[in-house]
């Protein structure tokens, strides 16, 4: 099946005829506007083309809300400005106020823009109605403002709406050659109310080819930083497990090429990390939680492979990360840690290399390798992947293998294909994982099967009336060992929907069985309002057999905002199953002193087991950083310590 999928899937490519993008002409302004958040249109603007039209970004149906734009260039900066009519002025949410923060549940006016015209490269900008920005530079970088840089943007509200300028300067971004090129862009913004994003073109559902040109961009020199920026760190303070703590280290950030950045960290600091909690839901698998430590988030969309995981590299002494692009159509990235030390003198390396090549818009293979060595154990594992986009249907093959000092060679393979349209979509897979596949560095919860899985579902949103959207979905797996012999069935699926005034519901339903055991499990859940992520409050019920055994769940959880300075987060679920009950409570808050000051504090509790940190940090601008930290943030119980932390970044050349 592998064999043929693909030539079929690049013969039918060929014979679609591509589709006719819209197209901007570039501008480019004799004088800056002044970003002071007022549009003026007949002399600032005067002569810059207008973009106008939304649609929804979810299923290209017509938008409720309108907006307009003009996007223009000099030799220093990306200019854009906007004007959003709302009906409803009142309604318009603006929390956050900071610069390159996370503006999920705000008002917000979005560009994305890929300098490379290769629809694989994109740059992300945000605005709220109170000027906060958040900028995600292609290949993924970390928040620290010397290293990721920033953007420049007024905002304000108005009796029809509201309206942005924003600055963003070109050496905020990889530029691949000066010279006239056609950029590719998309504009659009988000409406918290609606909890729907609308961009002014379609580009969902394989459609990524009619993404917008900027036509006739003069892209100024790339300039090469060299410089070398430094964030060496300090820390020490007292602990009861270890007595008096003192520690220090180094994170290092340059380019080597207009294209290539290299990010180094010697000792890093993962320890006052606060991480992620994993629920208490029931799973015969492994589960992770996401990733929080900077160093990994540096190139990050280099490394989606599947092969790696950064979460299963613990604590290490010293690692090396470089990405980029090699050209137009290829990106890479080669990231090692090392930790020194291990056993008696041994050391543990881990190394991810992947690279990728985009060859246009509907197709992208990739190739990546890891290897794991420790004393006493070798792991290297491969991945070879191919994607292509034939009209809306998506179909991706992957070949992996991995060569291990215990388990010996072990292979998986797997075969898919998804179709999306207005809003519906449907997928497929044939997985076939044999038991010796183990890449250590990879996230695979199970082995040793071969099947599919399957699925359709869809969600339809509604512009008017008291019904702001529903969706349903259905999915299935059927799996046998590879030997034959049965191993897991089941199927399930769910409704749900909003109301204008954001109440939501949920109902699914699971059956299946797990080696002769037989599984059933109901979920419900309802909350208030759905679309605000700063006061709500939600309550969660699944119930059934899990395992052979009854199983119950309860959970609520809840957000609120006092003032505009105190969010405070909470959580309880608690699950009854095999004869035991387990609980667990999360109680947080955070208390924003202004602009790069914040108290914040957690407290955890499960079963008998509580910890709590508190902390005082000044960070998120520029400068020295400072944290004063009591307890241990990651402690299954609360851990006597106090530390003092100082981040001096610095440059050379």
């Known amino acids: 099946m592998l064999r043929y999928t693909l030539p079929v899937a690049c013969l039918l490519a060929t014979a679609i005829a591509s589709a006719q993008t819209t197209s901007v002409a570039a501008f480019s302004i004799p004088k800056p506007p002044t970003i002071d958040g007022t549009v003026d249109e007949a002399e600032e603007w005067k002569g810059v083309p207008v973009i106008e039209g939304l649609v929804d970004a979810e299923t290209g149906q017509s938008a409720p809300v309108s907006a307009r734009y003009w996007l223009a260039y000099d030799k220093d900066y990306v200019y854009l400005a906007a004007k959003l009519p709302d009906d409803n002025p009142a309604s318009i949410r603006a929390v956050e106020y900071r610069t390159n923060v996370n503006l999920d549940g705000d008002d917000f006016v979005g560009l994305d823009i890929d300098l490379t015209g290769s629809l694989a490269d994109f740059n ?127 994170d290092l950030k340059t380019s080597l090429t207009d294209q290539i950045q290299l990010v180094g960290t010697i000792n890093p600091d993962f320890r006052n990390v606060e991480n992620q909690i994993l629920s ?215 409704l749900f929907g909003t109301l204008r005034n954001g109440h939501y519901a949920t109902f699914s339903a699971e059956f299946g069985s797990f080696e002769g055991q037989r599984d059933t499990l109901y979920s419900a859940s309802t909350g208030f309002p759905r679309f605000d992520r700063y006061r709500n409050i939600n309550l969660g019920v699944d119930w059934g057999i899990q395992g052979g055994s009854p199983y119950r769940s309860i959970g609520i959880n809840g957000a609120y905002l006092l003032g505009r300075r105190l969010q405070l987060t909470a959580s309880r679920q608690e699950v009854r199953h095999f004869d035991s009950t387990f609980e667990l409570s999360i109680l947080s808050a955070n208390y924003d002193l202004g602009r790069d000051r914040f108290l914040s504090g957690r407290a955890v509790r499960r079963g008998r087991d509580t910890n709590f940190y508190m902390s005082y940090r000044r960070s998120g601008n520029k400068g020295v950083e400072y944290f004063v930290i009591l307890g241990d943030p990651n402690a299954l119980t609360f851990r006597t310590s106090l530390i003092i932390k100082a981040i001096f970044p610095f440059q050379i050349g």
């Open 280 to 494: 208490l839901d029931f799973s015969r698998f492994a589960r992770i939680v996401g990733e929080a430590r900077p160093f990994f988030q540096e190139g990050v969309q280099y490394y989606g492979s599947g092969l790696f995981a950064s979460q299963l590299v613990g604590q290490f002494d010293a690692g090396v990360n470089v990405y980029g692009r090699l050209g137009q159509k290829t990106s890479f990235g080669f990231l090692n840690t090392s930790d020194f030390g291990v056993g008696e003198n041994g050391t543990e390396n881990n190394f991810v290399g992947t690279v990728t090549h985009d060859p246009n818009a509907r197709q992208s293979y990739r190739i990546a390798v890891t290897n794991h060595s420790s004393p006493g154990l070798s792991n290297t594992a491969y991945l070879l992947r191919a994607t292509q986009l034939i009209g809306k249907f998506d179909v991706t093959v992957r070949d992996l293998g991995s060569l291990d000092t215990q388990a010996g060679f072990g292979r998986q393979s797997d075969a898919s294909i998804s179709y999306g349209d207005k809003g519906m979509y449907a997928y497929t897979t044939y997985t076939r994982s044999e038991r010796d596949f183990l890449p250590r560095l990879g996230f695979f919860p199970e082995k040793d099967f071969k099947g599919w899985q399957y699925g359709f579902g869809g969600n339809v949103n509604f512009n008017k009336g008291p019904i702001n959207d529903y969706g349903f979905n259905f999915y299935g797996t059927s799996y046998d060992r590879v030997d034959g012999s049965p191993y897991r069935r089941n199927v399930g699926g769910g």
């Open 124 to 250: 992300s900008f945000q605005v709220n109605p109170r000027g906060a920005t958040n900028a995600s530079l292609a290949g993924g970088r970390a928040a620290k403002r010397e290293w990721s840089g920033e953007i420049t943007a007024k905002s304000r509200v108005t009796a029809t709406g509201w309206e942005t300028e924003v600055r963003i300067p070109w050496q905020l971004m990889r530029i691949p050659a000066a010279g006239r090129r056609n950029v590719r862009f998309n504009v659009g913004r988000y409406v918290p109310r609606l909890a729907r994003y609308f961009s002014h073109v379609f580009t969902g559902n394989g459609q990524q080819a009619l993404t917008p040109t900027w036509a006739g961009v003069e892209l100024p020199k790339p300039y090469v930083d060299r410089s070398i920026k430094l964030l060496p760190f300090v820390y020490g303070g007292y602990d009861r497990e270890t007595g008096h703590v003192a520690n220090a280290g180094l």
